[in-house]
Antibody, heavy 120, light 110 residues
Framework: EVQLVESGGGLVQPGGSLRLSCAAS????????MNWVRQAPGKGLEWVSY????????YYADSVKGRFTISRDNAKNSLYLQMNSLRAEDTAVYYC?????????????WGQGTLVTVSS | QAGLTQPPSVSKGLRQTATLTCTGN????????AAWLQQHQGHPPKLLSY???NRPSGISERLSASRSGNTASLTITGLQPEDEADYYC???????????FGGGTKLTVL
């Protein structure tokens, strides 16, 4: 079964840092591009970042550029999101999601998400 | 980054047909088409349709998607109580090098 499990969320003060992880199983992780998407409480979906299978191509949303860093370890079947200089508006459930077909932009499956709360 | 435009809410009766719309521009929906996602309260999104009208395995045949110009549509026939959920469209924007989502449509089945 294809599965994505996020971890690393929690409560952090404004200006602080947090590192999210996404553990992949049930498929050849190194062959797939991955994304992070977030959803603020009661709000819609917001794309955060994309990383290609080999890490050669990376994109960020303007709202996180310069503060967040996406990375992956194909040997560990894991995706990461390093979040620095966190703001209240970064409070959200963060999902990792796979790109099932190379060169496309739809995501399947999605993980269950991990909640990040930025508050003093 | 500008997103796609979806109506905030749609209400239809049981066993009726609902059509949800998603409007973008030539750099996103008009270029590569849209994907549709369903999200029930408290659950992660689930892919319903991609590249305009392709359904992943296990997705009901009551769902169909299409595109006309810069507008994508998702049609759900024979509405059931379990169809009540939030629906999002998404597309890659080639001018922004970013994925954009619609604001979501809350579908209520009366």
């Amino acid at each position: 079964e294809v599965q994505l499990v996020e971890s690393g969320g929690g409560l952090v003060q404004p200006g602080g840092s947090l590192r999210l992880s996404c553990a992949a199983s049930g498929f050849t992780f190194s062959s797939y591009s991955m994304n992070w998407v977030r959803q603020a409480p009661g709000k819609g979906l917001e794309w955060v970042s994309y990383i290609s299978s080999s890490s050669s191509t990376i994109y960020y949303a303007d709202s996180v550029k310069g503060r967040f860093t996406i990375s992956r370890d194909n040997a560990k079947n894991s995706l990461y999101l390093q979040m620095n200089s966190l703001r209240a508006e970064d409070t959200a459930v963060y999902y990792c999601a796979r790109v099932p077909v190379a060169g496309t932009s739809w995501f399947d499956p999605w993980g269950q998400g991990t909640l990040v709360t930025v508050s003093s | 980054q500008a997103g796609l435009t979806q109506p905030p809410s749609v209400s239809k009766g049981l066993r009726q047909t609902a059509t949800l719309t998603c409007t973008g521009n030539s750099n996103n929906v008009g270029n590569q088409g849209a994907a549709w996602l369903q999200q029930h309260q408290g659950h992660p999104p689930k892919l319903l349709s991609y590249r305009n009208n392709n359904r992943p395995s296990g997705i009901s045949e009551r769902l169909s998607a299409s595109r006309s110009g810069n507008t994508a549509s998702l049609t759900i026939t024979g509405l059931q109580p379990e169809d009540e959920a939030d629906y999002y469209c998404s597309a890659w924007d080639s001018s922004l090098s970013a994925l954009v989502f619609g604001g979501g449509t809350k579908l209520t089945v009366l």
